[in-house]
């Protein structure tokens, strides 16, 4: 079956990658030019809408109603992301094949069995009326573009995509896409473990101490399989740090917030950003490309930002003894290109899709079969929570919108013009204890036949933060709401404290904290946990020392005198890496390294197994080590000549002509648990970061027109725009766009008119 893959996977890459040699990338185009292409007349609107543009190609739209307003919205997303936007959809819907031929039908199914678009037409039916004209309005707008506009994205060109219209429901999937479950990455990977002697201790931890990393569900898998999963962990908002601080702290008497999420580190980047005002809505901020909200933002009176809170959302529930009547079952076909179409059977039960039917998610037990039981596939309305945040003027009001929030769930900061701060847990859970089950799977029938799914708890319910005496709020992925207990179970694998520390670190004290004090926290690449397992490493060289050589001894004071921030320029940050790759090889057996790595926290069960291994044992592989990573810092002097910050398009896997979809190759500073979030494997290889912090935001709520935005790349998802990649080297050097609020600032700096009109 492999090799049949193998051959096809090749023959369909070749042919793709002809299709990219026929099709060559768009001309060098400015932005004058690129804003000619928006088809302006014969909008569906009731009256002009005026949109202002900035040199970053940044919108500000002006419209006399909320729905004009929407509409507008969706040309501009469009006009900014059409191919981005159409790809995703295709994706949502398991239509995957269809750009990319036979070896992609797979992927097709298992998409097809996780169903992001499941509970999209319930929810529709739920959206109050003008939610639903808000929606109406925004995908007009997409169609208006997609109909009118002239030449085709190069992605629709490469791939064989043709114009097609836009649905709500396709807006609420690709919300749903964009809510993916990160436990699915943890759980998927972790199935294959479940026979070996040690899991009850591996899933113990796992829920004990959290989990930083994600596994690879590709483990011994075809390459498909590791397609998929980057496929959902790009879209998965898994990392982020938002903070706010308090009036008292800034000295305006106004709040401060500080937002960076972490996601895949792709052109183009996974926001956009935008600013509008109608009679009903006034705010700017980052969008999800597609969705038709401010998702990290501000308006004149509050600001919002957020993280991940790894929220127990979903359940694997093992349904292998269940009847046959409990399963239907739906016949999908998937369409392929450059082959015949096929068909696919998905089997769902009442706790929702038979995950183990995918060709993709193994399970060690043969003949288990599991379904996935996920909140997302329940109808839920996050557009309506998110608008009326947006309109919020004050915490009751931000709490309450957030109620109707319940996929994926967000620790939402807050922090308003008067001063205030919060912070509020945005989640539809189900009321479970909150202690661990003892397996990773949940019988389909309890002993006692409760089912924790017939109540849940939601935001209005969960503990909420408000002006805390600390004077700040912080997230980093880390166990929400600090000292409040849920009483239910809200997550086991939460982040390490590696961030969250560091951020409580820099933000304690009684000094005043302004724009650069967060302009710095968000760059900042300092880990403590990093510092604690050198100390111990070296600790554990003792007489071994004097046998050396000269080599070693050299990177031995590296190391040393390593102040633990993973500079660029740094040479001890390398050699650290290096060494620490170097001693896990030979430290650790490979089954001992799957557990650990699986198990939770690598680096601290690492520390740990040092710690407690005798020095005469440890003291040798820290040498031989030591003569390993030596060698290679010879090549890799820096930490920037081995750690790179390279953007890539996700044309750039087309075999042979991947390399045109490249855009530049940099020394980066961070790392996986740094602030400045720049994640990557173990390796004592060169590398790019492929995951972090791959957009900012920074508002002072002093004043409506500080707000300052930056996205790795750039705003325009047209490749060889002047906008494609011009955010890039502001990300670089800690700058920043400014997105004002007050219409006559935008009127006068905005300085590029668009007029559409009915």
Not at 349 to 368: C, K, M, Q, Y
Request: proline fraction near 6%; include cysteine.
């Amino acid at each position: 079956m492999r090799v049949t893959n193998l051959l096809a996977g090749t023959a369909m890459a070749t042919v793709l990658a002809g299709c990219a040699v026929l099709t060559p990338l768009p001309e060098p185009v400015g932005i004058d030019q690129r804003l000619a292409a928006i088809p302006v007349s014969g909008a569906p609107i009731d009256a002009p809408v005026r949109i202002h543009w900035n040199e970053f190609q940044v919108p500000f739209i002006e419209a006399e109603s909320d729905t004009d307003l929407a509409v507008a919205l969706g040309v501009v997303h469009a006009h900014l992301r059409w191919g981005q936007m159409e790809v995703a959809r295709r994706l949502v819907r398991g239509r995957v094949a269809e750009m990319a031929g036979p070896l992609a039908r797979d992927i097709d199914k298992s998409l097809r069995i996780l169903n992001f678009g499941r509970g999209a037409e319930a929810t529709l039916e739920l959206m109050p009326p003008d939610t639903r004209a808000w929606l109406d309005g925004f995908v007009a707008g997409v169609n208006h573009y997609i109909a009118n506009a002239g030449e085709l994205p190069h992605e629709h060109r490469v791939l064989g995509l043709e114009r097609e219209p836009w649905t709500a429901a396709d807006v609420i999937a690709v919300g749903r896409l964009a809510s993916t479950d990160v436990n699915w990455l943890i759980w998927f990977g972790m199935l294959s473990l479940r026979d070996r002697e040690d899991w009850p201790e591996i899933w113990a931890r796992a829920t004990e101490k959290g989990l930083e990393s994600i596994p690879s569900i590709g483990a011994g898998a075809d390459d498909q399989a590791s397609v998929f999963q980057e496929l959902l962990a790009g879209f998965s908002k898994a990392g982020s740090n938002s903070v706010a601080v308090s009036g008292a702290r800034t000295g305006t008497g106004a709040a401060m917030i500080a937002s960076d999420p972490h996601l895949g580190v792709f052109l183009p980047n996974l926001w956009l950003l935008a600013g509008y005002k109608s009679p009903s809505y006034h705010a700017v901020g980052m969008m999800i490309p597609g969705v038709p909200f401010i998702a990290l933002g501000r308006n004149e009176q509050i600001a919002w930002g957020g993280t991940n809170m790894r929220a127990l959302s979903t359940d694997m529930v093992d349904v292998t003894d269940l009847p046959a009547d409990a399963f239907e079952t739906r016949t999908e076909d998937i369409g392929v290109r450059w082959w015949f179409d096929t068909e696919v059977e998905v089997r769902e039960t009442r706790f929702g899709p038979v995950i183990t039917d995918s060709p993709l998610v193994n399970s060690a037990r043969p003949g288990e079969t599991i379904a996935l039981r996920w909140m997302g596939h329940q109808p839920s309305d996050e557009i309506t929570a998110m608008l009326r945040m947006s309109q919020a003027r004050n915490f009751d009001g931000f709490r309450t919108a957030l109620d109707g929030f319940h996929v994926p769930g967000q620790n939402m900061v807050y922090a308003d013009a008067a001063g205030h701060i919060g912070q509020v847990m945005a989640v539809k859970l189900p009321n479970r204890a909150p202690t661990p089950p003892p397996d990773l799977l949940i019988p389909a029938e309890t002993a006692d036949g409760r089912d924790p799914w017939a109540t849940t708890v939601t935001a209005g319910s969960l503990p909420a933060v408000f002006d805390p005496p600390s004077g700040f709020v912080a997230s980093a992925n880390n166990k929400p709401v600090e000292g409040a207990e849920a009483g239910v179970a809200v997550g086991w694998h939460f982040s390490n404290d590696d961030r969250i520390a560091r951020l409580r670190d820099l933000l304690s004290g009684d000094g005043r904290v302004g724009f650069d004090d967060l302009r710095a926290l968000q760059q900042d690449v300092y880990m403590e946990s990093a510092v604690a397992l050198r100390d111990l490493l070296l600790g554990k060289l003792g007489a071994v020392s004097r046998e050396l050589t000269p080599d070693q001894t050299e990177l031995v004071a590296k190391i040393r005198d390593w102040d633990g921030h993973y500079a660029a320029d740094s040479p001890g940050a390398v050699a650290f890496e290096l060494t620490m790759f170097a001693f896990a090889e030979r430290f650790l057996s490979e089954d001992a390294r799957t557990r650990i790595s699986v198990g939770g926290r690598f680096d601290e069960q690492l520390g740990e197994m040092i710690g407690t291994t005798p020095a005469a044992e440890v003291a040798p592989v820290i040498a031989a080590a030591l003569e390993a990573a030596a060698t290679r810092h010879r090549e890799l002097p820096t930490w920037g000549d081995m750690h790179r910050l390279g953007l890539r398009h996700p044309l750039n896997f087309i075999p042979i002509v991947g390399g045109k979809y490249r855009f530049n190759d940099v020394p980066i500073g961070g790392s996986s648990t740094t602030l400045m979030k720049t994640a990557h494997s173990d390796t004592d290889e060169r590398h790019f970061t492929r995951f972090g912090s791959q957009s900012r935001h920074i508002s002072d709520m002093s004043d409506p027109d500080a707000n300052w935005f930056t996205l790795l790349g750039g705003q325009d998802g047209w490749i060889n725009s002047a906008n494609f990649v011009d955010q890039f080297d502001l990300w670089l050097s800690g700058d920043y766009v400014r997105l004002p609020l007050r219409l006559d600032t935008v009127r006068r700096e905005f300085t590029r008119k668009t007029e559409l009109t009915p």
